[in-house]
């Protein structure tokens, strides 16, 4: 009869290089897994940037398209949004312009005056001070002119600088958010001090530069995103005979 040889265990250096290879599998598996979430995070941030960026856009655009808009064709509707009172016909509804800011004026509910109802009156200004980096939008009402001053449109609250997705970079790549054409499209350079080209306007590029507020952790950098359109404010160039009948 054979006798039996005991079962054999592991060594101690076999079980040493087991646990060895088991923990560098999991590190694996752990920096595999660790790394798709942060690629999530990232993608995740870069759409709502995006989203963000792309909507304003859209909102900029509809509104300055309708810049003048002024179904009585009576230039007497314009007024200085700075006081409400009747202002320069010449400008129409385009009331100043520069690289960052414009405020545009229209008529959008016929009533053959501008500012007694709400968006007729509409002021856009980049701020690209060192804590701001945004976009505000104002609304004033005539008489008055009232207004609940400017708001948050893109980029951070005047209140919470930190509560925010993007960071309007226009400032930072020295981009004009705002840049105009006339009929022959030649580029006009309208100044605070020098307004006398806005009656010429016919054509408004805008440009959005942002990156995303929060760093994207796989990267280690924000990740960046520039968006542009061109925008033809159909009744600004039309000629009105103001001459009483």
């Known amino acids: 009869m054979m006798k039996r ?3 054999r265990g592991f060594t101690l250096s076999e079980s040493v290089v087991a646990l060895a290879v088991g923990m560098l599998l999991l590190l ?10 942060l690629s999530t995070t990232g993608i995740e941030r870069k759409v709502v940037a995006q989203q963000d960026a792309r909507i304003a856009l859209e909102i900029m655009a509809m509104e300055l398209r309708m810049a ?8 007497s509707v314009w007024v200085d949004p700075a006081a409400c009172v009747a202002g320069s016909p010449v400008s129409r509804g385009v009331r100043s312009a520069t690289t960052n800011s414009i405020t545009v004026e229209m008529d959008i509910d016929d009533s ?44 951070a609250t005047e ?4 509560a925010r997705t993007v960071r309007v970079i226009n400032g930072t790549l020295n981009l004009p958010l705002f840049r105009y054409f006339d009929g022959a499209d030649a580029e006009l350079f309208p100044t605070a001090g020098d307004q006398s080209s806005v009656p010429n ?19 280690g950098q924000r990740r960046r995103l520039i968006y542009g359109t061109s925008v033809i404010p159909k009744n600004h160039g039309i000629s009105v005979n103001t001459a009483t009948p």
């Open 201 to 219: 306007i016919r054509r408004i590029n805008i440009t959005i530069a942002v990156e995303t507020a929060d760093i994207d952790p796989a990267s």
């Open 159 to 162: 209140a919470e600088p930190a």
């Open 112 to 155: 053959g005056g501008v500012g007694d109802n709400e968006n007729e009156i509409i002021s856009y200004q980049y701020l690209s001070g060192t804590s701001d980096l945004r976009i505000t939008r104002e609304t004033l009402r005539c008489p008055g002119p009232t207004t609940g001053g400017a708001q948050p449109f893109l980029g």
């Open 68 to 75: 003048s808009y002024n179904m009585s064709m009576d230039d």
């Open 28 to 37: 694996a598996v752990y920096g595999a897994v660790n790394m798709a979430q």
């Open 5 to 7: 040889t005991a079962d």
